[in-house]
């Protein structure tokens, strides 16, 4: 029993090394970096294979320029983020990366990736939450918007976990920053993600903003209650919100109306819309 436990733990441990690897060998150094730059790749195997002394020796000795992209567009910080290196993230931001700056990343396949090292942490759900108190702490901007709000990258890439959202606003993210016409509450909305709204509703975001196409939170719950987008579950939850909403003085049903960027009554009518929801499962969210 105890080798066959052995052996089993062993094999397991080594898949998980191997995909490890795996991930990582699909950012070599050589992909992204000048072959013919002997600094530029030199300082990138170096992160890649976690080599800080040397890393810290090209710094300070102003052989590298910490902050210069490379043939690619990756700063090393970023790539640093990218390969998940903490230790070695944690170095370079020490040394004067600069935690703010957009790479314009240009992958082996063509396509182009813009990125901030706070904006790929919260993209990506699988960071774990250490990285985005590295980055504050060493001064990342938690409202830049030259990709897009941190807060609301979290919200729309965080899974099922509330702990990095709750990071950012009570580290200051802006709970009523507006992108693409959507405040965080309403971004939520669109990411499934009545938790969050809930949540951003706590910490006194404003459930009454209507963006300049006329969205408001009232209309995009009450779409989801109309139209049974989801399990009874979730479309309750959507009609407990608009009980929130009345008791704040919105009148139900409520319309887009943009021009005057009011809620206004329709001249249609719902009956019990959130009573006796089936379960349609469906999926619509074309808001405009």
């Not at 790479?103 to 699988?126: A, F, Q």
Request: proline residues 4%.
């Amino acid at each position: 029993m105890n080798k066959f436990l052995y052996l089993t733990v062993s094999i397991f441990l080594l898949t998980i090394f191997k995909c490890c690897n795996m991930k990582v060998d699909k950012f070599k150094p050589e992909t992204y970096f000048s072959r013919t730059d002997y600094l530029e790749i030199t300082m990138a195997n170096a992160i890649y294979h976690e080599n800080k002394k040397k890393v810290k020796e090209y710094i300070q000795s102003g052989r590298i320029d910490v902050n210069k992209p490379g043939a690619s567009g990756f700063t090393y910080l970023l790539y640093s983020i990218y390969i998940e290196k903490y230790d070695m993230t944690k170095a370079l931001l020490e040394l004067g990366a600069n935690p703010n700056q957009l790479s314009i990343v240009k992958h082996p396949d063509g396509s182009i990736e813009k990125l901030t090292p706070l904006v790929c942490v919260c993209r990506n759900h699988w960071y774990s939450i250490k990285y985005i108190k590295l980055l504050v702490e060493k001064g990342a901007n938690v409202n830049d918007t030259i990709v897009s709000p941190p807060l609301v990258t979290c919200i729309m890439n965080s899974g099922k976990d509330q702990k990095k959202v709750r990071y950012l606003i009570e580290n200051g993210a802006n709970i009523n920053l507006v992108f693409g016409d959507y405040t965080p509450m309403q971004h939520a909305v669109l990411s499934r993600r009545l938790d969050l709204v809930d949540l951003l509703w706590s910490y006194g975001a404003d459930p009454l903003y209507i963006g300049k196409k006329g969205n408001s939170l009232a209309y995009m719950v009450q779409k989801i209650v109309n139209k049974n987008l989801g399990t009874p579950k979730y479309v309750n939850h959507a009609c407990e919100i608009m009980e929130r909403l009345k008791e704040l003085g919105v009148q139900f049903p409520v319309s887009l109306n943009p021009a005057k960027n009011v809620e206004e009554n329709t001249d249609y009518t719902i009956t019990d819309s959130c009573q006796n929801q089936t379960d349609t499962n469906k999926v619509e969210w074309n808001w405009m």
